[in-house]
C-alpha cells in the first residue's frame, strides 16, 4: 500500500539523519591539532574572584589562572611560588616576602609588592570578602621597594607562609580588581593559565600563560572546564574520551577501575563534624554531649558514605597529620550502653529528647546520624535548609552537619573550629579551657622548630576538649583521570599543574 | 458570485479565523504570566530566602546579610520590588544572578540555545516516528503489525529518560563508539558535531513523545475509520488514498496535535534529567540548578522563558488545528 511505502521513506529519511550524525561525530572539534588540552569535567566555581570565592574546593580551580604567593609541597611545608623567600624579624611579629623580579599579571600590569599589599587589603576590607576572618593576625601590609612585602602582625604569628598560599593569597591584578563585580566573572592573574572564553555555568577555556613564574614546567597548552555530567555517566564520558579529567563518587571507584580508568586518591585535610550548639538545650548539659559522643560509630560512616575510601577520625583532621594527636584518639569508643546511661543520669527517659538536625542538602551521613541517634534513645528530624547557612553562621542551630576541606595551616584550622570566633564553632563565643594558650604557644612556635609538631598536638588535645563538636570520618578526594594524562602531584587538598602533561589521543 | 471571489472570501474567513485564534491565546498569556509571576515572588518573601548565604558562605553575619539583603534591595516593598522587576522583565531585563552575579537573559539565551537543539531534534524524532508507526498501526489494526507497535509504544513509554540515557550512552558510545557520550558543541562548530552531540540525548527525551504521538493517532484514526462518512465515503467508491487523507487522518489527527502541543513543555522539563546525564549545560540543568541553589531571580527568568515557550508553541499547535478541523477554531 502506498501509505505503508510512505512511512518507510519517513523512517528511512530519519535513518538518514542519524547516519549523518554519526559520521560527525569522528572530529574532534575542540583544540587545534598539535596541541594538548586537558578537559576537566568539573562543578564550575560561581566565583573567579579568590577573595569572594569561599570554599576550598574551588581554590583547586582558581589556581588555574591565580598564582598564589606561596604554596605547599607533598608534606604539607610552605615553599615559595610567587615569593622566592621569606624572612621572619627576631620577635617573630614581622614577616617579609621577598618577591621574584619581573613578575607580571595576564593584563600586563606588573605584580610587584606594591600589588601584593593592594590584594591582602582588599582581601582585608571587601564588604563580600570570603576571607578577612583569615587575616586578623595581619595588622598592616607595606611595600618596601618594588620586591619585599612587609607583613606586620597583630602577635606573634609563624603560620603566615601557610596562610598565605592557595586559599588566602592568589593574587589578582589591581587594575582589574578596581571593579570587583567584573573581575570576579572576568579573572586576571598570574597563574598558569589565563581564561580566552567564559560562559558562567557552562564552560571555560584557558590557554597557557607564558609569563607565568614557572611555565617552564607547565607542558599543558590549554585547559577546559566543562560543566560535569551527572555521577552516574561520568565513567563513561571519561571512557569514551569526552574529558579527560573528573570528580569521582565513591559510589563509582569500581566501574571507573574496571573502565581502565585511573583512580586518583588524592591527600587531603578532609574532616566531618557533628556541629552541637552548647549554648541550647539539651546540649547544656555536658552529660547529653557525652551521650553524642558515645553514640557515634565512625566506621559505619566511612562503609556507607566513603565505600571505605575514607577514614575514621576525632578530630579536625585525618589520622596521619602532622596535627593530629595521636594521646586523644578514641577518647570517646562507639558504646551505646554508656550512651544511653549518661542520657539516664542528665534525667531523659529514651525518646524524650526529640532534635531537629538542619542541613543545607539531602545526605547520607544525616541519615547514619539519625539512625544511630535513635539507637541510643534521641529522636532526630532531619531537616533540608536550602537556606541553612545563615542560621549556621549566625549559631541560632542546635544540631547540624559540616565537613571541611581543611586549610594548609593547621592552626587555622584549630581556631576555625574551636575558637571563640571560629565560623564552624556551632557554640561560640564558647571556647574550651586551655585552648587559647595552647594555640597561642602553636602559633608562636616557627615552622621548623623541633617542638613545632608537639605544640601543635597540645593545641589539638586542648581543642578537643570542646563539647561543639563530634568528629565522624575523613573523606578523600577521589579524582578519575585518563591513562593519557600524567600523574598528578600529590599536595594535600590542592591540585597542581606543574609536570602534568596529556599524551595526544 | 465569481470563483475568485469565492476564494477571496475563504482567504479572509481563515485569516480572520487565524486572528481569533491568536488573539484569545494572548487573552490567556497575560493574566498566565502576571499570576505566575506574583506567585513566584510571593514563594520568595515567603521562603525568606536571601542572596546572603549564596555570597556569604563562612562569613555571614546578621550585619553582612542586612548589608547585602539592602544591596540588592530586598528591604523595600514587596510590590514595589514585584512591579520594578516586572517593568524590567518587559524590556528584556532579568536582572543578576544572586549566585554568580552573571547576567540571567544572557545565561537563559546560552542554555535554551542547547536545550530548543535537544527538544526541537527530540520533538523531530518524535514527530517522525510518532506519526509513522501511529499511521502503521491505524492502517494494519488489529494484525500482528498493530499489536507489535501498541505493544512496543506501551514498552516504551514506561521507560524513564535517564535510563534510556545511561543505555543508550553504554550501547552507541561506550560500546559501538559512534557517538559521544556527553558535552555540547555549539553549531557554528561543525552541523555534523552539533548533530553528533544532540543525537543520543534527543532520542532518550524523545521515547514518550514517539509513544505518545504514536498511540493518539492510531486511537484517532481508527475511530474516524468507523464513522458514518467514511463509510459514505467507501460506499460512493472512493479510494483508500484519498479516504485516508480527506477524512481519516483530517478527523482522527486532532488528539495526536494536542498532544504534540502538551508535549513540548514536557520536553523542556524532560531535559532536566537528560541533559545531567549528558552533562550539557541547557536550561533544564540551569533551572534546575538554580532552583536547588535558592536563586531566585534565575528561578523566575526561568519561569519567564518557559511560559513564553510553551504558549508560542501552543499558539503554533492551535493555528494548525485551526487549520485542520476548523471547529477547534470555534472551540467546539
Known sequence: MNLVRRSRQLAAAAAAVLALAT??????????????????????????????????????????????????????????????????????????????????????????????????????????????????????????????????????????????????????????????????????????????????????????????????????????????????????????????????????????????????????????????????????????????????????????????????????????????????????????????????????????????????????????????????????????????????????????????????????????????????????????????????????????????????????????????????????????????????????????????????? | MSGAGLGTARLRRAAGRTAAVAARSIAIFVPVFGVATFVTFALRALSGLSPAHLQLGESATPESLARIEHEWGLDRPFLTQYLDWFGKVLSGDLGTSWYNGADIAQLLTEGAVISLSVAGLALLIGVVFGFGFGILAALRRTTWVDRVITGAMTFISVMPSFVVGIALVAVFAVGLGWLPSAGWVPAERGFGVWLAHITLPAIALSFDTVSDVARQLRAGLVAAYRENYVTGAVVRGLGPRRIFFGHVLRNGIGPALTVLGLKFPNLLGGAVVTEAVFGMPGFGQFAAASAQRGDVPAVQGVLVVSIVLVVVFNLLVNLILARLTPASARGV
Open chain 1, 23 to 505: 559520521t560527525g561525530c569522528a572530529g574532534d572539534a575542540g583544540s587545534a591539532a598539535g596541541e594538548s588540552t586537558l578537559r576537566w569535567a568539573v562543578a564550575l566555581p560561581a566565583h573567579w574572584d579568590p577573595v569572594v570565592s569561599g570554599s576550598g574546593a574551588q581554590f583547586r580551580i582558581l589556581s588555574l589562572a591565580y598564582a598564589s604567593l606561596t604554596e605547599i609541597d607533598e608534606q604539607g611545608r610552605a615553599v615559595p611560588s610567587l615569593a622566592k623567600g621569606w624572612d621572619y624579624n627576631s620577635t617573630g611579629d614581622q614577616v617579609t616576602f621577598h618577591l621574584r623580579p619581573n613578575l607580571k599579571f595576564s593584563d600586563g600590569e606588573p605584580l610587584n609588592a606594591q600589588a601584593v599589599k593592594l590584594y591582602l587589603e582588599r582581601a582585608k576590607t571587601q564588604k563580600n570578602s570570603a576571607l578577612f576572618g583569615d587575616l586578623t593576625s595581619i595588622k598592616e601590609i607595606t611595600a618596601s621597594g618594588d620586591l619585599d612585602v612587609v607583613v606586620n602582625l597583630t602577635q606573634v604569628d609563624y603560620q603566615i607562609p601557610l596562610l598565605l598560599g592557595e586559599r588566602v593569597a592568589q593574587i589578582t591584578s589591581p587594575k582589574a580588581a578596581q571593579d570587583p563585580v567584573k573581575l570576579d566573572q572576568n579573572p586576571v592573574g598570574a597563574g598558569p593559565f589565563t581564561v580566552t572564553e567564559f560562559v558562567p555555568g557552562s564552560h571555560v577555556y584557558l590557554k597557557k600563560n607564558p609569563d607565568y613564574w614557572d611555565a617552564a614546567n607547565i607542558h599543558l597548552d590549554r585547559v577546559e572546564l566543562h560543566a560535569a555530567p551527572d555521577s552516574a555517566t561520568i565513567v563513561s564520558s571519561l571512557q569514551t574520551g569526552v574529558y579527560d579529567l573528573a570528580y569521582l563518587d565513591a559510589a563509582q571507584v569500581k566501574a571507573a577501575k574496571a573502565a581502565g580508568l585511573d583512580v586518583v586518591l588524592q591527600p587531603g585535610f578532609n574532616a566531618s563534624n557533628i556541629s552541637i550548639n552548647v549554648n541550647k538545650k539539651p546540649f547544656d548539659d555536658p552529660k547529653v554531649v557525652d551521650a553524642v559522643r558515645y553514640a557515634v560509630n565512625r566506621q559505619e560512616f566511612v562503609d556507607k558514605v566513603t565505600f571505605g575510601y575514607g577514614k575514621a577520625t576525632d578530630q579536625p583532621f585525618p589520622p596521619g597529620y602532622l596535627a593530629y594527636d595521636e594521646k586523644s584518639a578514641g577518647l570517646f569508643p562507639y558504646d551505646t550502653a554508656k550512651a544511653k546511661q549518661l542520657l539516664a543520669e542528665a534525667g531523659y527517659q529514651p525518646g524524650q529528647i526529640k532534635l531537629d538536625l538542619v542541613i543545607p542538602a539531602q545526605s547520607a551521613a544525616a541519615e547514619i546520624v539519625q539512625a544511630q541517634l535513635a539507637a541510643v534513645g534521641i529522636t532526630v528530624s532531619i531537616k533540608v535548609d536550602p537556606n541553612w547557612s545563615t542560621p549556621f553562621f549566625a549559631k541560632d542551630l542546635t544540631l547540624s552537619l559540616y565537613g571541611t576541606t581543611g586549610r594548609e595551616s593547621p592552626v587555622q584550622t584549630l581556631t576555625a573550629h574551636f575558637g571563640p570566633n571560629g565560623p564552624l564553632n556551632l557554640s561560640t563565643p564558647y571556647e574550651p579551657e586551655g585552648f587559647e594558650a595552647a594555640v597561642s604557644l602553636a602559633r608562636r612556635t616557627p615552622l621548623d622548630s623541633p617542638d613545632y609538631a608537639a605544640n601543635l598536638q597540645a593545641a589539638t588535645r586542648a581543642g578537643l576538649a570542646s563539647r561543639a563538636l563530634v568528629f565522624t570520618y575523613a573523606p578523600t578526594n577521589i579524582f578519575v583521570k585518563s591513562t593519557r594524562v600524567s600523574a598528578l602531584p600529590a599536595i594535600p587538598g590542592q591540585l597542581h599543574w606543574t609536570g602534568v602533561t596529556v599524551a595526544a589521543s
